[in-house]
């Protein structure tokens, strides 16, 4: 069984730039939600994503944007970078709605200068 | 509005003793608890989940319990080793199916060989 796996590991953008960030769900699961963690804090919910559409979104700006494709894959969009977005991008993945837990990927580091 | 808390920034035992993490909330909404564990470098690993209609579960070493009267759950990881050595975060899940989990801040727990 293949367990979450996120691309790319490391990042650099600059101010202003746009950045995607790709995640692939665990074997089976259809569910998958993103999560930025900043140093020092727990991971904080920026959205779900559930048979191709957004279905629950936390409290960030709508320049955090994602998308689910047929085969469970994710990305998640940032555009117009600002320094705080600098942090740890986690993609997480479950078996459906109903099931509670969800299994994390690697992340992804996010540096933005 | 920092709906879980997780007080203690680090804990130190010795190995073979008993780890006890604490964690508290503040939403009575929220349906089921977990614990994850976090590596350096690496995503969340999930330990062990409660539901809030139960007040303890197991899980070999690790057993969780919850007071839903006081809003706190607590782990305990008996023996300690020294590979349990990681941030620990509780995570809390409110009803419905929108995926979000709000995590605390993290634990850090060293187990002393």
């Known amino acids: 069984e293949t367990g979450v796996t996120q691309s790319p590991t490391h990042l650099i953008k600059t101010r202003g730039q746009q950045v995607t960030l790709r995640c692939s769900s665990q074997?089976?699961?259809?569910?998958v939600s993103w999560y930025q963690q900043a140093l020092g804090q727990g991971p904080q919910f920026i959205f779900q994503?559930?048979?191709?559409?957004?279905?629950g979104r936390g409290n960030f700006p709508p320049r955090f944007s994602g998308l689910q494709f047929p085969n469970y894959s994710s990305e998640l969009n940032v555009n117009a970078l600002e320094l705080d977005d600098s942090a740890l991008y986690l993609c997480?993945?479950?078996?459906?709605?109903?099931?509670?837990?969800?299994?994390f990927g690697p992340g992804t580091r996010l540096l933005v200068l | 509005d920092q709906q879980v808390k997780q007080n203690s920034p680090s804990l130190s035992v010795q190995e073979g003793r008993i780890s006890i993490l604490n964690c508290d909330y503040t939403?009575?909404?929220?349906?089921?608890f977990l614990w994850y564990k976090k590596y350096p470098a690496e995503g969340p690993t999930f330990l062990i989940s409660i539901s809030s209609i139960k007040d303890k579960n197991e899980d070999g070493r690790f057993t969780v319990f919850l007071n839903k009267s006081a809003k706190h759950l607590s782990l305990h990881i008996v023996p300690s080793q020294p590979g349990d050595s990681a941030v620990y975060f509780c995570a809390a899940k409110s009803s419905g199916n929108t995926g979000k989990l709000i995590f605390g801040q993290g634990t850090t727990l060293q187990v002393k060989p």
């Open positions: 997480a993945s479950r078996q459906g709605l109903s099931q509670e837990t969800q299994y």
């Open positions: 994503y559930y048979r191709e559409e957004e279905n």
């Open positions: 939403n009575s909404m929220f349906d089921y």
């Open positions: 074997s089976g699961h259809n569910t």
